[in-house]
């Protein structure tokens, strides 16, 4: 085994150890990243020169014998709508080329005090507006299973960045599945926090109510360290609550007595792939096995869900991003007449197409005489759904779904029709909807040896049960061990 090959907790036990250096867990990361980059184009910033000095600093520092962190020395990717004070975050858009945050958010403030090493800033659709990262300005990042497909979105360059051993931990945000589903497409653990239990100050906003930051990493131990790190009440963010941050990995036992789980039945619906509907089900029974009591279950107003997403996400985003005319941020136009016409070329140049269809749509269900009709109805129906989850809930612990009802699927399949893309989020966006969280770990592969993702999902502030189920599906199956051939590339690096 390669050092870029281990999970960040054996990284950290070696380190603690002293049989490894920061230093050389860096540089065998920042080599795998040059093996592979350009194949993968995950990465729209890297820092190797500051990964560097940062190692050695936190070297001299273990060194002296103090006491560090469970994440300290470990490199980690953080996707590119999350501010980092001085550098570049474009959030995948030219409107935002040459934007330099004068802050950090909060998370970032937190990995950096936890030791962890900032590597880069990695690829996403614009604004996070996508489920392939096919939607970003500047690059297509390819899936490490398979070049030809896509990674999952709109945290693609996240995943991608984990499951090829660029990184062993990243940060991704998700406002309807864009942690989860590229987790899922991947074959690595991306876990979509509550709402308000990780703070959002510094994550540039795409739809306020829905966004979430939350872990991407190589399995269900890291995803619980690297949750520990960014939880907790903010006061930067007044959505964040003030609610109690448990040891998450005290919850890491590996069975499941008396745990109940529900199967909601409209989550097998026509048009989830065969192969996703048996391995979930498969999944189920293993989760039995442990001592849980599986049974099937409803969630009547699922089929509303993407329709509800829609109106709501497109109507907040519309709002968020009028505040890019070329004033304060990034990209202002050459051409500019007037302060309206600078305005409006600056919007035209600068955004994609897939952001103007959303604000447009957005701004139409807001405006009047079609409020009531689109955005107010989708907050009502918001409600019911919300609601199901509750029901549910009284009686299960948890509730186990197909993350996605497809596998990865082929660059530019999707991308020409913006409904079929939008469907590809069917299973996640509830949990957006009714900000509960939510987990995705892997439970299977495809024929042509693409990942498949199990999504659980739990009340609100119940992480540590989805870390529960989690860990225990985990250590009694061999899923999260196979790697994607791009990680055994043989290099002639030392055996650890
Ligand atoms: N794919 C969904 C969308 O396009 C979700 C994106 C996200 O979670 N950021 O809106």
Redesign the pocket.
């Known amino acids: 085994m390669k050092l870029y090959q281990l999970p960040a907790h054996r990284l950290s036990r070696l380190l603690k150890e002293r049989k490894i250096s920061v230093e050389e867990i860096v540089t065998s990361f920042l080599h795998q990243i040059e093996m592979v980059e350009d194949k993968i184009r995950a990465f729209l910033f890297l820092d190797e020169e500051e990964a560097l000095k940062e190692a050695r600093q936190w070297d001299r520092i273990i060194s002296e014998g103090k006491d560090v962190g469970p994440l300290t020395g470990i490199p980690i990717a953080i996707k590119d709508n999350i501010c980092i004070k001085d550098k570049e975050t474009s959030c995948a858009s030219r409107i935002l080329k040459g934007f330099y945050p004068p802050y950090s958010a909060t998370v970032i403030e937190r990995l950096k005090k936890a030791g962890t090493i900032i590597i880069g800033k990695t690829n996403l ?1 614009e604004f ?4 392939s990262t096919e939607n970003s300005a500047f690059q297509i990042t390819r899936n490490p299973w398979n070049l030809e497909a896509i990674p999952g ?2 945290s693609g360059g996240s995943a991608a960045a984990v499951a090829s051993g660029e990184v062993p931990l990243a940060l991704g ?6 942690i989860r ?1 590229p987790a899922a497409f991947c074959g690595v653990v991306g876990l979509k926090p509550t709402y308000g239990r990780v703070s959002r100050y510094g994550l540039v906003a ?1 739809a306020s109510s829905l966004d979430q930051i939350g872990p991407i990493t190589k399995d269900v131990t890291d995803c619980a360290l690297l949750l520990q790190i960014i939880s907790g009440k903010d006061p930067l963010d007044s959505t964040s609550l003030d609610y109690p941050v448990p040891k998450y990995t005290d919850f890491l036992i590996p069975e499941l007595r008396g745990i109940r789980i529900g199967l909601p039945k409209e989550y097998f619906i026509a048009g989830t792939e065969e192969e996703v509907k048996k391995s979930i089900l498969r999944a189920a029974n293993v989760l039995e096995d442990l001592g849980a009591h599986v049974e099937e279950t409803s969630l009547p107003h699922t089929d509303y869900a993407v329709a509800t997403y829609y109106l709501i ?1 497109t109507a907040e985003a519309s709002s968020n991003l009028a505040r890019y005319d070329g004033v304060e941020y990034g990209h202002r136009t050459k051409k500019g007449e007037n302060l309206i016409d600078m305005y409006k070329r600056t919007r035209q140049e600068g955004f994609g197409e897939e952001v103007k269809r959303r604000i447009m749509l957005g701004t139409y269900v807001l405006s009047e005489g079609y409020y009531e009709d689109y955005y107010g109805k989708a907050q009502r129906v918001r409600t019911l759904i919300k609601q199901d989850f509750d029901r549910a809930f009284q009686k299960f612990d948890a509730l186990i779904t197909p993350t996605s009802p497809t596998v990865a699927f082929k660059v530019g399949e999707k991308i020409d029709d913006p409904l079929k893309m ?1 469907l590809s ?1 069917i299973f996640t ?1 509830s949990a ?1 909807l009714a900000g509960i969280p939510a987990i995705s770990i892997p439970c299977g592969f495809s024929r042509d040896n693409l990942p498949i993702g199990l999504q659980i999902l739990a009340k609100p502030f119940d992480e540590e049960t989805l870390l529960r189920i989690a860990y225990a599906y985990e250590q009694n199956t061999e899923w999260h061990k196979r790697e994607p051939k791009i990680l055994k590339d043989e290099e002639s690096e030392v055996e650890k």
Do not use: V
């Open positions: 659709d996070a507006m996508g489920s979105g709109s945000s998700d406002t309807g599945g864009s589903q795409f996400a939008y989020d966006i957006n």
